[in-house]
């Protein structure tokens, strides 16, 4: 059993900041990928930044600039340092994780719970 558990979401007013962190634990042979998505009612989940096990990240058109993606390997973690809020940034966001398990031939995926980020006056 492998979870994902997120922290950091919150009410923040246009312009803030925002951090969140998501810890990846259980039956984990090797983390490969790690990003964050994120959904609206009107909206499919859509990619918000990745980053892969050596580091090199990617991001949507519409947080470059504003949002930075890490990891701390040691600890399965990722992190999402959101600056300059948008009230469109508003979404439930999610943490993805891509993995290998034990001997297993194909890499494994997982998602977090999700985290509720309101930015609004």
């Known amino acids: 059993q492998v979870q994902l558990v997120e922290s950091g979401g919150g009410l923040v007013q246009p312009g803030g900041s925002l951090r969140l962190s998501c810890a990846a634990s259980?039956?984990?042979?090797?983390?490969?990928?790690m990003g964050w998505y994120r959904q609206t009612p009107r909206n499919e989940r859509d990619m918000v930044a990745t980053i892969t096990t050596n580091g090199r990240t990617d991001y949507a058109d519409s947080v470059k600039g504003r949002f930075s993606i890490s990891r701390d390997n040691a600890k399965n973690t990722v992190y999402l340092q959101m600056n300059s809020l948008k009230v469109e940034d508003t979404a439930v966001y999610y943490c993805y994780t891509l993995f290998e398990q034990g001997s297993a031939l194909r890499l494994k995926n997982t998602w977090g719970q999700g985290t509720q980020v309101t930015v609004s006056s």
């Open positions: 259980g039956n984990i042979t090797s983390v490969h990928t």
